[in-house]
């Protein structure tokens, strides 16, 4: 299994950005596909944006547009994969996890590798 750990998370005001970095320990078939999960209290995981190696990119309908996922191509060594959330509403507090498998799905069960979690506070 692919390790993963995730940092970058913080508290912001309503409107702010934040980037959330999520470090794989190896590119393998395995973690061709990335993602970033979130939970906040009391309510399950969800998904909120999926990346298949350099290409495609899904996005959860209460992200798209505000948040983007990504890594750098530019680095082929580059084993990180990114968040950068825009906009931010307090309704986006919750733990973020990334997590990582061979398809890229909406569906948490797909993905085989996951992180501890990174925590997201949105309020003023």
């Known amino acids: 299994q692919v390790q993963l750990a995730e940092s970058g998370g913080g508290w912001v005001q309503p409107g702010g950005s934040l980037r959330l970095s999520c470090s794989l320990s190896a590119r393998t078939a395995s973690s061709a596909a990335t993602a970033w999960f979130r939970q906040a209290p009391g309510k399950e995981r969800e998904f909120v944006a999926a990346?298949?190696?350099?290409?495609?990119?899904?996005?959860?309908d209460s992200v798209k547009g505000r948040f983007t996922i990504s890594s750098d191509p530019a680095k082929i060594t580059d084993n990180n994969i990114y968040l950068q959330m825009n906009d931010l509403k307090p309704e986006d507090t919750a733990v973020y996890y990334c997590?990582?498998?061979?398809?890229?799905?909406?569906?948490?069960?797909?993905?085989?590798?996951w992180g501890q979690g990174t925590q997201v506070t949105v309020s003023s």
């Open positions: 997590a990582a498998g061979r398809q890229m799905q909406r569906n948490a069960e797909q993905y085989d590798s």
């Open positions: 990346q298949y190696l350099f290409g495609s990119r899904l996005y959860a």
